[in-house]
Antibody, heavy 120, light 110 residues
Framework: EVQLVQSGAEVKKPGESLKISCKVS????????IAWVRQIPGKGLEWMGI????????RYSPSFQGQVTISADKSINTAYLQWSSLKASDTAMYYC?????????????WGQGTLVTVSS | QSALTQPASVSGSPGQSITISCTGT?????????VSWFQQHPGKGPKLMIY???NRPSGVSNRFSGSKSGNTASLTISGLQAEDEADYYC??????????FGGGTKLTVL
């Protein structure tokens, strides 16, 4: 059974760093891309970026370039999303999702989401 | 890159058909046959309903169909049911080799 299991909810202060994870199982980690999607409470979905764990090829949407870092550790089938200095505006639900190699938007399995709250 | 343009809301009665549009540019919707549609119920994660403009994943009802003309993609739901009430998001591949979402459409089943 394909599963993407994300790390738990986080409450952080502005300026703090954070790394959230997405551990996959039930398929070959290096045969699919992993994307991260942000959803601010009450708002729509936003593309953040995507990584191919096979060779760590990573692409970011312009809005998130330089704001976050996406990485993957194929030895433990886990992808990561990290911030070096959080802002209140980073408060959101973050989803990871997998994508097939030759279908750029076939995101068929999703993680349960990680709620990040940034507040002083 | 700007979000794709979707109507904020649509509504229909049970049994009717509705169509949600998704307008982009030649750098995204118009340039590639890679448009997906996602359904999201309140408090839940997104669910893939259509990919590659017209394809339905296994398990998705054939009441859902997708199409595209020029820079505008469309999702049609026929035989509307109460359980279809949800938010719907389109997404397109872009010339930057990433994706972009639409702003979302709230579907109300009257």
């Amino acid at each position: 059974e394909v599963q993407l299991v994300q790390s738990g909810a986080e409450v952080k202060k502005p300026g703090e760093s954070l790394k959230i994870s997405c551990k996959v199982s039930g398929y070959s980690f290096t045969n699919y891309w992993i994307a991260w999607v942000r959803q601010i409470p009450g708002k729509g979905l936003e593309w953040m970026g995507i990584i191919y764990p096979g060779d760590s090829d990573t692409r970011y949407s312009p809005s998130f370039q330089g704001q976050v870092t996406i990485s993957a550790d194929k030895s433990i089938n886990t992808a990561y999303l990290q911030w070096s200095s959080l802002k209140a505006s980073d408060t959101a639900m973050y989803y990871c999702t997998r994508r097939e190699l030759y279908h750029p938007l076939r995101f068929d399995y999703w993680g349960q989401g990680t709620l990040v709250t940034v507040s002083s | 890159q700007s979000a794709l343009t979707q109507p904020a809301s649509v509504s229909g009665s049970p049994g009717q058909s509705i169509t949600i549009s998704c307008t982009g540019t030649s750098s995204d919707v118009g340039g590639y046959n890679f448009v997906s549609w996602f359904q999201q119920h309140p408090g839940k994660g997104p669910k893939l309903m259509i990919y590659d403009v017209t394809n339905r994943p296994s398990g998705v009802s054939n009441r859902f169909s997708g199409s595209k003309s020029g820079n505008t993609a469309s999702l049609t739901i026929s035989g509307l049911q109460a359980e279809d009430e949800a938010d719907y998001y389109c997404s397109s591949y872009t010339s930057r080799r990433t994706g972009v979402f639409g702003g979302g459409t709230k579907l109300t089943v009257l």
